[in-house]
């Protein structure tokens, strides 16, 4: 069964980063791009970018360049994700989903909330 | 880049069909056919319901079906179910490696 753990909430400051892990199980690693989704409150998701974990190459949306790290450590299975320079809007439910161009993304993690708070 | 345009709601009676548009341009839906669909109930994560913009992955109900053509997927529910009642959400590869969503529609089954 193919599952995709992610770690649990976090509050931060505005100005702070955060770093959320997706270790995933059930399917080979390394076979999948590994995708990161912010949904704000009320909002539909908005994708991110991307980490290829059999090369860590990375693709991320315009909007979140300069601000978002993703990464994927193939010893663990886990991928990342950091956020910098948090601000208010922020504050978001944030998604790790496993697919590519021939599948959707069919395997999400449950989600995880950052909520900013000064 | 630019949301996919979704309707902001539609809504139907038990046993009817109702269809979800998703209007993209020619760099995003009108290029490639590589649309999916999610469907999203309150407090969980989206779930796949079509990929590749009529495929259904296993265990999807055939209830559900996509189709596309030029700068426009839809998404057609038939034989509307009390459970169907959910936010449906289109996404298109879009290019250099991205991916767009859509604004997301609320569907209500009356």
Redesign the interface.
Known sequence: EVQLVQSGAEVKKPGASVKISCKVSGYTFTDYYM?W?QQAPG?????MG?VDPEDGET?N???FQGRVTITADTSTDTAYMELSSLRSEDTAIY?C?KGG??????H????TLVTLSS | ?S?LTQPASVSGSPGQSITISCTGTSSDVGSYN?V?W?QQHPGK????M???GSKR?SGVSNRFSGSQSGNTASLTISGLQAEDEA?Y?C?S?AG?????????TKLTVL
Do not use: N, R
């Not at chain 1, 909002?43 to 994708?47: D, F, L």
């Not at chain 1, 161009?101 to 069919?106: A, L, V």
């Not at chain 2, 250099?96 to 997301?104: D, E, I, K, N, Q």
């Open positions: 995708h989704v909002k539909g998701p908005e994708w991307l693709m949306a315009e909007k998604y989903a161009f021939d599948t959707g993304f069919d999400w993690g449950q989600g | 880049q949301a590589f999916s999610y994560a989206p779930k796949l079509i990929y590749e992955p936010d959400y996404c590869y250099s490696g991205t991916w767009v969503f859509g604004g997301g």
